[in-house]
Nanobody
Framework: QVQLAESGGASVQAGGSLNLSCVAS????????IAWFRQSPGKEREVVAS?????????YYADSAKGRFTISQDNTKNTVYLQMNSLKLEDTAMYYC???????????????????????WGHGTQVTVSS
């Protein structure tokens, strides 16, 4: 059973940086992909970035994250990171990491940003960006 635990959320000023961590356990290397989602009050959960844990390949980013956020992994620590730079007020949200079994590259390409395709979720870590 895959389990996920996020950390690293905090309150920061606009323009600042945060590095979120998602520690995953109970999976076979290369068998899952992990994504970061976020949700703010009154809004739908949206994807931020995704990574296939097989040698950290197949990286995907939402348009809002491109150029500012970087997803990466350290397999020696079973951890996926989300480095967030140049934070904006609109980045304020609860950030969740989520995992899904890897089935095929075509499935991954088609569903990397679909929340319902992920069946394991962490409890979230809060990011608050202020002016």
């Amino acid at each position: 059973q895959v389990q996920l635990a996020e950390s690293g959320g905090a309150s920061v000023q606009a323009g600042g940086s945060l590095n979120l961590s998602c520690v995953a356990s109970g999976y076979r290397y290369g068998s899952i992909s992990i994504a970061w989602f976020r949700q703010s009050p009154g809004k739908e959960r949206e994807v931020v970035a995704s990574i296939y844990t097989d040698v950290g390949s197949s990286l995907y980013y939402a348009d809002s994250a491109k150029g500012r956020f970087t997803i990466s992994q350290d397999n020696t620590k079973n951890t996926v990171y989300l480095q967030m730079n140049s934070l904006k007020l609109e980045d304020t949200a609860m950030y969740y990491c989520a995992a899904r079994p890897f089935t095929s590259m075509s499935d991954l390409i088609m569903e990397w940003d679909v929340a319902s395709a992920y069946n394991i979720w962490g409890h979230g870590t809060q990011v608050t960006v202020s002016s």
